[in-house]
C-alpha cells in the first residue's frame, strides 16, 4: 500500500501544482472552473480507461510504455504551455492596467481558455500515464494485492488533492498582475522543461542523436526520484540529473524563443498603451 500511496501522491502532487497555477491566475475570468477542471477531469478519466484497458491487453500496455508516445505527448504539452504562456504574458498586463477590459475580452473569446483546458488535460494526461507504468509494475508483485494498490491510491490521490487545493489558497493572496507574470515566467520553464524530456523520449527511441549523454550526472547530489525539493525543481524547472547535450539545446531553445515572443508581445503593449 505504502508504494501506491507514494506514487500517486507524488505524480499527483505534479498535476496539482500545474491545475492549481492555472486556477489561480485565471481567477477573475468568467468559466475558466469548467474549462481548466474539465480538461483535468478528462485527462484523469483517459488514464483510467488506459489502466483497465492496459491490465486486459498487452498491446495497449506496449503503446503506454512506448518512448515515442510519452515523446509526442511531452512536444504537445510543450506546444501547448509555450502558446499559453505568450497568452498569459498578454493579459497579465492588461489586467494590471485594466482588470475589466480584460476580462470583457476573454468572455468574449473562449479560444484562450480552451486552450487551457488543453494545458490541463495534456499535463494531466502525461502523469496519469506514468501512475498507471507505477502501478501496473506493483501488480506484478505477488505479495501486493489490488485492494492494497486501490487503496494507497486512493489516499495519495486525496494527499495531492488535499495539497493542491493549498497551494490555491497561496497563489491567490498574490495580486493579479503580478499573479499572471509569475506564471507566464514558472510556465515558460514548465514548456521548456517538456521540451527537454520530450527529447530525452525521442533519444531513447533512437530518433534524435543525444550528442553527449550524460553531459553530467549529478544524482548523488540531488535525485528527483527520492528528493522532495528535487522533484519541485524537476517539475517546475525541468531539472534531471543526467541530461544529454541535445536536451540542453532543445531546453535554451524554448527558454529563448518564449523571451523572445512574449518580449515582443509586451513591446506591442507598451506602444499600444503609448499611442491610447
Known amino acids: 500500500m505504502f508504494a501506491s500511496i507514494t506514487i500517486v ?3 499527483g502532487l505534479e498535476m496539482a501544482i500545474i491545475v492549481s497555477l492555472l486556477l489561480a491566475a485565471t481567477r477573475d475570468i468568467p468559466n475558466r472552473s469548467k ?3 474539465g480538461g483535468t477531469g478528462a485527462g484523469i478519466l483517459l488514464s483510467v480507461l488506459l489502466a483497465i484497458l492496459a491490465l486486459n491487453n498487452a498491446t495497449i500496455t506496449t503503446l503506454i510504455e512506448g518512448k515515442i508516445t510519452g515523446g ?3 512536444a504537445l ?3 501547448l504551455i509555450g502558446y499559453t504562456v505568450i497568452w498569459m504574458k498578454s493579459n497579465g498586463m492588461k489586467a494590471s492596467q485594466d482588470i475589466k477590459a480584460s476580462v470583457n475580452n476573454i468572455k468574449e473569446n473562449n479560444k484562450p481558455l480552451f486552450s487551457l483546458s488543453l494545458v490541463a488535460f495534456f499535463c494531466v494526461f502525461r502523469e496519469g500515464i506514468e501512475v498507471v507504468l507505477f502501478l501496473l509494475g506493483l501488480t506484478s508483485d505477488s505479495e501486493t494485492t489490488g485492494l492494497a494498490i486501490l487503496s494507497g491510491s486512493l489516499i495519495g490521490a486525496a494527499g495531492a488533492i488535499a495539497a493542491g487545493i493549498a497551494m490555491y489558497f497561496g497563489f491567490i493572496r498574490i495580486n493579479l ?3 499572471f507574470n509569475f506564471f507566464a515566467v514558472l510556465m515558460s520553464f514548465l514548456a521548456a522543461g517538456m521540451a527537454m524530456n520530450a527529447v530525452s523520449k ?3 527511441a533512437g530518433l534524435i542523436n543525444p550528442i553527449i549523454n550524460p553531459l553530467w550526472n549529478s544524482t548523488a547530489l540531488l535525485d528527483h526520484h527520492s528528493n522532495w525539493f528535487g522533484l519541485f525543481i524537476h517539475v517546475m524547472f525541468g531539472y534531471t540529473e543526467k541530461p544529454s547535450l541535445a536536451q540542453l ?3 535554451i531553445a524554448t527558454l529563448s524563443i518564449l523571451f523572445v515572443l512574449t518580449k515582443n508581445q509586451t513591446n506591442k503593449l ?3 498603451k503609448k499611442v491610447a
Open 202 to 204: 525521442f533519444t531513447s
Open 72 to 74: 509526442i505527448i511531452l
Open 9 to 11: 501522491f507524488r505524480e
Open 35 to 37: 474549462w481548466i477542471l
Open 177 to 179: 498582475g503580478k499573479v
Open 249 to 251: 539545446i532543445a531546453y
Open 270 to 272: 507598451m506602444k499600444a
Open 77 to 79: 504539452s510543450s506546444i
